[in-house]
């Protein structure tokens, strides 16, 4: 694929480049290309006027014919053949410029050569999501955000629409639907909560919506609760936001999976309509 692509521009530069050759080969009467020509329209029918400046700068006009006179032709030939040359040259320039960095950079189109390259390459521009994303390298962009903060990376490794890896299935489908929604969030941000010991690391929040009018709410995903496990760490959490003075449904959002480990996911999507409603639309 990419030596066609690059045989099909080097043909297109041949090309071009022959064109100009010809066209300067062929040369004009640059007086051709001197004063401004003019159409005015007489009784007799249509007349080309040429407006000149002569030696003294002083400026004068004179009928040069109608549209097959000799002179109107080769004004008109003459403008055109200087102006597509100019037009030639810009495309020779962007054709070279373009091939110079094809045959570079160019890597073929598979997998691989795609990993190696993504990581260097990504970085969010929506501002969906981190306010401060920067340029993530190497394998960044495979961890999650705050992997390196403390945070211990997933066994299992839940990728979302743009690449983000998140620590749940419940987790994906609120990170996805908060992108597809347009909501403005922070996943795994750092957030001050009361802690049982001093050295413990940093509380970080599931996600966070920060909203135009300065209000943030967060967003938590619980998991099971009928599981004994998740059921206690679930509470674990709510003691702290309680502690921290988050109320549920007006600056804290609890999703949690159903008794048989589903999650609805258009009855999250209402929740999160009746929230950021208008958060959404201005973003829309």
């Not at 004009?28 to 020509?37: E, I, P, V, Y």
């Amino acid at each position: 694929m990419s030596t066609e692509f690059v045989e099909v521009m080097e043909y297109e530069l041949k090309s071009v480049r022959y064109q100009l050759k010809n066209l300067r080969k062929m040369g004009c009467d640059k007086r051709m290309l001197n004063g401004t020509m003019e159409r005015k329209c007489s009784r007799a029918g249509e007349v080309y006027h040429v407006r000149e400046v002569g030696k003294n700068n002083t400026k004068h006009s004179r009928k040069i014919g109608g549209e097959t006179g000799p002179e109107v032709i080769a004004r008109k030939q003459a403008r055109f053949n200087a102006e597509l040359i100019r037009t030639l040259e810009r495309n020779e320039q962007a054709l070279a410029r373009a091939l110079e960095i094809l045959r570079r950079d160019y890597k073929p189109y598979d997998a691989d050569a795609i990993d190696e390259r993504i990581g260097e390459s990504y970085v969010d521009r929506t501002g969906l999501v981190n306010k401060y994303p920067g340029i993530m390298r190497d394998e960044q962009w495979r961890l999650p955000v705050n992997a390196k903060k403390g945070l211990d990376v997933p066994e299992k490794q839940h990728i979302a629409m743009d690449g983000q890896i998140v620590r749940s299935k419940s987790e994906l489908v609120v990170y996805n639907m908060l992108l597809s929604m347009g909501i403005p969030f922070n996943y795994e941000e750092p957030i001050e909560l009361e802690k049982e010991n001093a050295n413990e690391i940093p509380y970080y929040a599931d996600f966070v919506v920060h909203l135009d009018d300065g209000r943030t709410v967060v967003i938590e995903v619980m998991g099971m609760l009928s599981q004994q496990k998740y059921f206690d760490n679930a509470a674990r959490k709510l003691r702290y936001y309680v502690l921290g003075g988050y109320t549920i449904g007006k600056d804290l959002i609890i999703i949690a999976d159903k008794n048989d480990g589903t999650l609805d996911s258009c009855a999250v999507r209402k929740v999160f309509e009746n929230m950021f409603g208008k958060a959404i639309k201005r973003t829309a």
